[in-house]
């Protein structure tokens, strides 16, 4: 099978082959099912333990006043995150001293000012593990050895702990079998009791590139995974409407993860990068429907369901959120598999499924009539064996629209804060499709996720080839949105298939001229998809003027790139204030000039103010981690 991009974080990711040889059986085991089967769980291929998942729920070590301590050990042990696969891949954990050996390691909680005793002991055969994240100390333990470490908690924060027998000096370098060695610390403020209804939330990923020390293609292996499983086996997590829901995630893995939650927006409540911890109040807590994690990162957040459903929370870079190897035809391929379950065939890795209820004694959601109706064309060129099919959206206007008439991206869908639109999507390709409205608050069976969306058996279907599909809602809030497919993304997403949503406050009108959205995605354009702004490498300039103010509406829909902005005036850095992040107004008592640069995530949204002071050339220029550079010029006059 040939090779995939997996994600790019700060420098490219290695192309090549995904897990092979790997047998899917036919049941999928659902639920709290799941860790049942990890407490019978045979030893792994070379006769070690299995790793348990571990959901963070219970602390581990001993407490005694102010006095916390923790044993662990460092071991091999094998590791399912699928659970269903015929094999295990051999991987370096952690586990409490006695214990079983855990992914992500046992979790270390404790007070703000409680002194931690901390007992390491090295049971990798010929591995010196070098261990980070305990105080100020890092660890060397040859095999066989133990080290100790005390420090007192002195900051309150989510923290990473890990650890490395590969001399990698960060976790942005760690793909092998140590990238396993990683754990969560959580202390708390001083007298505050934590919280049970709190989730902690470890990412890890391993990659294993053919060239690894056992031979055998089982060992060629990328696995990602949400507190040691990967989905459809992941935790469900389950809410009334109404719950305040806090989670704290903790990126442990070597690659970037932009998450995105569906249907409501969440508070930013404090980021750290693994050692130190900042929190954010009043004004500072940023409201987004998606986050950018960079290696090494935390994040403390919270929300709210407001609506009763099925949702997702997963990474936004779509290798990440796909199963690779691609499973059998009689369940993976997206032309014949049965359309219901799309979401545990058609995706994998990282992603959370939530389920939200009405509480009895709650009066139903009431949706307005439609003031406005919309027809969406979903589009594809006809095939090419030569170029990259392109796909993505057309509007019906007065005459019909040509089925093969490609605009990428989609155009401009234009909605006002409070009125509801109803948007009929037809399908005129000869592939399933669905339609996601990222950043939406909407009724769960619109949000786009075949198979998923909705509640009980009225769930989202795939829009079939000739057939359409009708959603409505009522955007709550003015901002800047994106609609994209949320099937074959690998395909679909990267060749057009998106398209920028602005909602505006009532009364106002969108002026192009002024309102100016740059949306970074792929596109065909010639004979090749890319990374281009609006659909082209090379767009054309555009005029401005000076005293006048402008909306730059900046989006990343990419299928899996980091990517950064500057601003530039020759060498010049300029400055921007911000306005909007992901359809969220930023509070007015931040919104003040900055530097005109920013680093962001895919399924990101931003909106700056800019008003040009001086005539002549700028240029705003885009980074894209492991592609190169986009330009969009500005004549101002």
Same mark, same amino acid.
């Given at each position: 099978?040939?090779?995939?991009?997996? !994600?790019?974080?700060?420098?490219?990711?290695?192309?090549?082959?995904?897990?092979?040889?790997?047998?899917?059986?036919?049941?999928?085991?659902?639920?709290?099912?799941?860790?049942?089967?990890?407490?019978?769980?045979?030893?792994?291929?070379? $006769?070690?333990? *299995?790793a348990?998942?571990?959901?963070?729920?219970?602390?581990?070590?001993?407490?005694?006043?102010?006095?916390?301590?923790?044993?662990?050990?460092?071991?091999?042990?094998?590791?399912?995150?699928?659970?269903?696969?015929?094999?295990a891949?051999?991987?370096?954990?952690?586990? =409490?001293?006695? $214990?079983?050996?855990?992914?992500?390691?046992?979790?270390?909680?404790?007070?703000?000012?409680?002194?931690?005793?901390?007992?390491?002991?090295?049971?990798?055969?010929?591995?010196? *593990?070098?261990?980070? $994240?305990?105080?100020?100390?890092?660890?060397?333990?040859?095999?066989?050895?133990?080290?100790?470490?005390?420090?007192?908690?002195?900051?309150?924060?989510?923290?990473?702990?890990?650890?490395?027998?590969?001399?990698?000096?960060?976790?942005?370098?760690? +793909?092998?079998?140590?990238?396993?060695?990683?754990?969560?610390?959580?202390?708390?403020?001083p007298?505050?009791?934590?919280?049970?209804?709190?989730?902690?939330?470890?990412?890890?990923?391993?990659?294993?590139?053919?060239?690894?020390?056992?031979? !055998?293609? *089982?060992?060629?292996?990328?696995?990602?995974?949400?507190?040691?499983?990967?989905?459809? /086996?992941?935790?469900?997590?389950?809410?009334?409407?109404?719950?305040?829901?806090?989670?704290?995630?903790?990126?442990?893995?070597?690659?970037?993860?932009?998450?995105?939650? /569906?249907?409501?927006?969440?508070?930013?409540?404090?980021? !750290?990068d693994?050692? %130190?911890?900042?929190?954010? +109040? #009043?004004?500072?807590?940023?409201?987004?429907? &998606?986050?950018?994690?960079p290696?090494?990162?935390?994040?403390?957040?919270?929300?709210?369901?407001?609506?009763?459903g099925?949702?997702?929370?997963?990474?936004?870079?779509?290798?990440?959120i796909?199963?690779?190897?691609?499973?059998?035809?009689?369940?993976?391929?997206?032309?014949? @598999?049965?359309?219901?379950?799309?979401?545990?065939?058609?995706?994998?890795?990282?992603?959370?499924?939530?389920?939200?209820?009405?509480v009895?004694?709650?009066?139903?959601?009431?949706?307005?009539?439609?003031?406005?109706?919309?027809?969406?064309?979903a589009?594809?060129a006809?095939?090419?064996?030569?170029?990259?099919?392109?796909?993505?959206?057309?509007?019906?206007?007065?005459?019909?629209?040509?089925?093969?008439?490609?605009?990428?991206? !989609?155009?401009?869908?234009?909605? &006002?804060?409070?009125?509801?639109?109803?948007?009929?999507?037809?399908?005129? +390709?000869?592939?399933?499709?669905?339609?996601?409205? @990222?950043?939406?608050?909407?009724?769960?069976?619109?949000?786009?996720?075949?198979?998923?969306?909705?509640?009980?058996?009225?769930?989202?279907?795939?829009?079939?080839?000739?057939?359409?599909?009708?959603?409505?809602?009522?955007?709550?809030?003015?901002? %800047?949105?994106?609609?994209?497919?949320?099937?074959? =993304?690998?395909?679909?997403?990267?060749?057009?298939?998106?398209?920028?949503?602005?909602?505006?406050?009532?009364? =106002?009108?969108?002026?192009?001229?002024?309102?100016?959205?740059?949306?970074?995605?792929?596109?065909?354009?010639?004979?090749?998809?890319?990374?281009?702004?609006? #659909?082209?490498?090379?767009?054309?300039?555009?005029?401005?003027?000076?005293?006048?103010?402008?909306?730059?509406?900046?989006?990343?829909?990419l299928?899996?790139?980091?990517?950064?902005?500057?601003?530039?005036? $020759?060498n010049?850095?300029?400055?921007? %204030?911000?306005?909007?992040?992901? #359809?969220?107004?930023?509070?007015?008592?931040?919104?003040?000039?900055?530097?005109?640069?920013?680093?962001?995530?895919?399924?990101?949204?931003?909106?700056?103010?800019?008003?040009?002071?001086?005539?002549?050339?700028v =240029?705003?220029?885009?980074?894209?981690?492991?592609?190169?550079?986009?330009?969009?010029?500005?004549?101002?006059?």
């Amino acid at each position: 099978m040939s090779g995939r991009k997996r !994600g790019y974080g700060d420098a490219a990711c290695p192309v090549g082959p995904f897990v092979t040889k790997r047998r899917l059986r036919n049941a999928v085991v659902l639920g709290t099912c799941l860790f049942a089967l990890w407490s019978c769980a045979p030893a792994g291929d070379d $006769g070690i333990a *299995l790793a348990i998942p571990n959901d963070n729920r219970t602390p581990a070590g001993a407490r005694n006043g102010s006095l916390v301590r923790l044993d662990l050990e460092a071991r091999l042990a094998g590791w399912r995150p699928d659970l269903v696969v015929d094999s295990a891949v051999t991987v370096q954990v952690f586990a =409490e001293a006695g $214990g079983a050996p855990s992914i992500p390691g046992p979790l270390l909680r404790a007070p703000q000012g409680a002194e931690i005793h901390v007992m390491i002991r090295n049971r990798i055969p010929d591995s010196t *593990l070098v261990v980070y $994240g305990f105080g100020p100390d890092t660890l060397r333990i040859a095999p066989g050895s133990g080290a100790e470490t005390r420090f007192t908690a002195d900051r309150s924060g989510t923290f990473l702990y890990w650890g490395a027998t590969s001399g990698s000096a960060g976790t942005d370098a760690r +793909t092998g079998r140590d990238a396993q060695l990683t754990g969560a610390i959580v202390i708390d403020p001083p007298g505050v009791e934590p919280d049970p209804r709190e989730r902690i939330f470890v990412m890890t990923v391993i990659d294993i590139l053919p060239d690894s020390t056992k031979p !055998g293609p *089982l060992e060629d292996i990328w696995e990602l995974a949400i507190n040691g499983l990967s989905w459809p /086996h992941t935790e469900r997590m389950a809410y009334d409407v109404g719950d305040t829901v806090r989670w704290r995630w903790l990126n442990g893995s070597y690659l970037p993860h932009p998450m995105h939650l /569906h249907g409501f927006h969440f508070r930013v409540l404090s980021k !750290g990068d693994g050692r %130190t911890d900042t929190r954010y +109040t #009043g004004d500072e807590a940023r409201t987004v429907v &998606t986050e950018h994690m960079p290696s090494g990162t935390t994040m403390a957040m919270e929300w709210v369901p407001t609506r009763a459903g099925n949702w997702l929370f997963h990474c936004h870079m779509a290798p990440h959120i796909t199963p690779f190897p691609e499973r059998p035809d009689s369940v993976r391929a997206h032309d014949v @598999h049965d359309v219901m379950q799309h979401a545990t065939t058609g995706m994998a890795g990282l992603v959370l499924g939530i389920i939200t209820t009405q509480v009895a004694t709650a009066q139903a959601e009431t949706r307005p009539p439609a003031a406005r109706h919309v027809r969406l064309f979903a589009q594809a060129a006809p095939f090419d064996s030569i170029r990259p099919r392109a796909h993505g959206y057309a509007i019906a206007r007065a005459a019909e629209t040509a089925p093969d008439a490609i605009l990428s991206p !989609g155009p401009v869908l234009v909605l &006002t804060r409070g009125e509801t639109t109803a948007i009929t999507v037809i399908n005129r +390709t000869d592939e399933p499709t669905t339609v996601h409205w @990222h950043g939406m608050e909407l009724e769960s069976v619109f949000d786009g996720v075949a198979g998923w969306s909705g509640a009980g058996s009225n769930t989202a279907p795939l829009i079939a080839p000739g057939d359409s599909f009708a959603v409505a809602f009522t955007p709550p809030r003015a901002g %800047t949105f994106i609609y994209h497919t949320h099937m074959d =993304e690998t395909a679909q997403l990267a060749t057009g298939m998106y398209g920028p949503m602005l909602v505006l406050e009532p009364g =106002e009108s969108f002026d192009p001229a002024t309102d100016i959205v740059i949306m970074v995605g792929g596109a065909v354009d010639g004979d090749s998809a890319s990374a281009t702004i609006s #659909g082209r490498r090379q767009p054309r300039p555009r005029t401005l003027r000076t005293g006048t103010t402008y909306r730059l509406r900046l989006v990343n829909i990419l299928t899996a790139e980091v990517i950064s902005f500057r601003l530039l005036a $020759g060498n010049d850095t300029l400055t921007w %204030t911000p306005v909007a992040k992901d #359809g969220a107004a930023i509070h007015a008592t931040l919104q003040r000039a900055v530097p005109a640069t920013l680093r962001m995530g895919v399924g990101e949204t931003y909106d700056f103010a800019w008003t040009p002071r001086v005539a002549g050339d700028v =240029e705003l220029v885009i980074d894209v981690t492991g592609v190169g550079q986009l330009r969009q010029a500005f004549a101002v006059r």
